[in-house]
């Protein structure tokens, strides 16, 4: 027990040293969200589910903190020299598309003048509990971003370069022929991708692609490989929520030393 305990404390000692004597990073942080819900789920998922009253307070302190938000569209534009960034970016995304998106979040995304990218599963779209198409056409008239989640949210380094273009590029025309503006973004499935996967992307004209690697984002940072970090149902109220933001910061500090 007390070579555990020193352990951690060497460990924790550690991180704070290198937090406090590398120097701050540049770049904004994209968050990643699943579901705002109070309803009780499947368990296996539930870690995944923010509660609005939770995700408001998010709102409020990001808000508090001076954070604009923006959509991937608006950060490639500055990225090709049209406009600038805001003074404090900051990305809102949200995976798979789920229902509650449209009916709990976006009000309360509303109500804070806020934005944000959702991307969903084509060929889970219109089940229970997930996105219909006419609420994705809302959802882009209301300035919300829609990307690509792949049509069937399997992690595509684990499939051949066949199978790989078939998903990436099926969603996308999916979505743009059933009167979606055009796709440009895409959240790998699992967060699973290489450079074979980002040379698909490439040639099926996506723009911007998100994974599950905590860091900050530049405009050097290459676009199909976004740093993002994980917001879960908080066990710790807001505490917890300034420590995932802390904690893209630090790994941005970190990959800078690499
Ligand atoms: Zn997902």
Redesign the pocket.
């Known amino acids: 027990m007390r070579i555990i305990v020193g352990a951690v404390i060497i460990f924790v000692g550690i991180i704070c040293a290198v937090n406090f004597l590398l120097p701050e990073p540049e770049g904004f942080p994209i968050l990643e969200y699943?579901q705002v819900t109070d309803e009780l789920l499947d368990p296996d998922f539930e870690m995944y589910n923010v509660p609005p009253a939770e995700f408001a307070a998010q709102l409020d302190y990001l808000q508090s903190e001076g954070y604009t938000t923006i959509t991937l569209q608006d950060f490639m534009r500055v990225v090709h020299g049209k406009g600038e960034l805001p003074e404090k970016p900051i990305v809102l995304t949200f995976?798979?598309g789920y229902k509650d998106n449209y009916c709990t979040m976006l009000p309360i995304l509303e109500a804070h003048k806020m934005t944000a990218v959702i991307?969903v599963?084509t060929n889970e779209l219109g089940k229970e509990n997930y996105l219909k198409l006419d609420e994705l056409k809302d959802l882009q008239r209301r300035g919300i971003e829609i990307g690509s989640?792949t049509a069937d949210?399997l992690p595509l380094t684990s499939y051949d370069e066949d199978f790989q273009r078939r998903q990436i590029r099926e969603s996308k025309i999916f979505l743009e022929w059933s009167g979606l503006k055009t796709i440009y973004s895409l959240?790998y499935?699992?967060g699973a991708f290489n450079s074979d996967i980002e040379k698909i992307l490439r040639e099926e004209e996506y723009l911007t692609a998100v994974t599950g690697e905590a860091g900050l984002n530049t405009i050097e940072t290459n676009p199909y490989e976004l740093y993002r970090v994980n917001i879960r149902k908080p066990r710790f109220g807001l505490t917890e929520f300034k420590f995932r933001l802390w904690k893209a910061n630090f790994f941005a500090k970190v990959r800078n030393l690499l």
């Open positions: 699943h995976d798979d991307y599963i989640h949210h959240s499935p699992n």
